[in-house]
């Protein structure tokens, strides 16, 4: 952590870091040596909050008891919403602010993907078990009623997806990855789509996703 640190600091040009996470869970180290670590730099003036990523709720508390976190980012929307059965419960009530990353469903849910045959060949979604074979084509149900509240509205579907998560509460910050311009702006502008109670209940009604998010659940969730 220290390492990796002094290496951001000397790319970015700065001396200190506001947020720094610790993203994924080391499992051969006490998380609580690690957020010790991690609060040295705080102490040092380079970090001033810090931040994990796919953390349980127990590690959480036990690295919240060493260093005050400031943020969890986890993977949250509208196909991905295990958070809500305990990661957001304890979050909120540490008072942890939480930073929901693919809210987009990496560019599933904004409907511009139905097919493999879409991607490249060494695009790592090939892999992902939501994306491949019988569950792609029923996750496209997601996609369809994302995709139809859009239209009535007049908005595009990756800006009700990213509304979705807005309307989950003022302590939620999705976190959606572009290379574009003009995606960055179509982003922004989902904070202005308004989702009435009725709409929230009409994707709400859409079924839960099939497939596990990572090829390989072992590696996060910590």
């Known amino acids: 952590m220290r390492q990796a640190c002094e290496a951001s600091l000397r790319r970015l040009g700065t001396d200190h870091i506001d947020l720094y996470y610790q993203h994924?869970?080391?499992p051969a180290t006490p998380v609580e040596d690690t957020v010790g670590a991690m609060a040295e730099l705080v102490s040092q003036g380079k970090v001033r909050f810090l931040g994990l990523s796919e953390a349980a709720p127990g590690t959480i508390r036990r690295a919240h008891a060493v260093h005050p976190i400031s943020a969890l980012q986890t993977e949250y929307s509208i196909w991905a919403r295990e958070p809500e059965q305990d990661g957001l419960p304890a979050v909120r009530?540490?008072?942890?602010?939480f930073v929901a990353y693919s809210p987009l469903g990496r560019g599933f849910l904004t409907g511009k993907l139905r097919s493999l045959d879409?991607?490249?060949?060494?695009?790592?979604?090939r892999s992902q078990p939501r994306m491949t074979g019988q569950n792609l084509d029923a996750n496209m149900a997601i996609?369809?009623?994302?995709?139809?509240?859009?239209?009535?509205k007049g908005v595009t579907a990756a800006q009700v997806a990213l509304s979705w998560?807005?309307?989950?509460?003022?302590?939620i910050v999705p976190i959606p990855g572009t290379k574009r311009r003009r995606y960055l702006e179509e982003n922004?502008?989902?904070?202005?789509?308004?989702?009435t109670p009725a709409d929230l209940e009409y994707l709400a009604e859409?079924?839960?996703a099939r497939g596990d998010r990572y090829a390989?659940?072992?590696r996060i969730n910590g």
């Open 118 to 125: 879409d991607l490249s060949d060494d695009d790592f979604r």
């Open 216 to 218: 390989d659940m072992s």
């Open 24 to 26: 994924r869970v080391d």
């Open 93 to 97: 009530d540490l008072g942890i602010g």
């Open 206 to 208: 859409a079924e839960t």
């Open 188 to 195: 922004i502008a989902a904070t202005d789509v308004r989702l």
């Open 165 to 171: 998560v807005l309307h989950q509460g003022p302590d």
């Open 143 to 152: 996609v369809d009623r994302i995709e139809q509240l859009a239209s009535s």
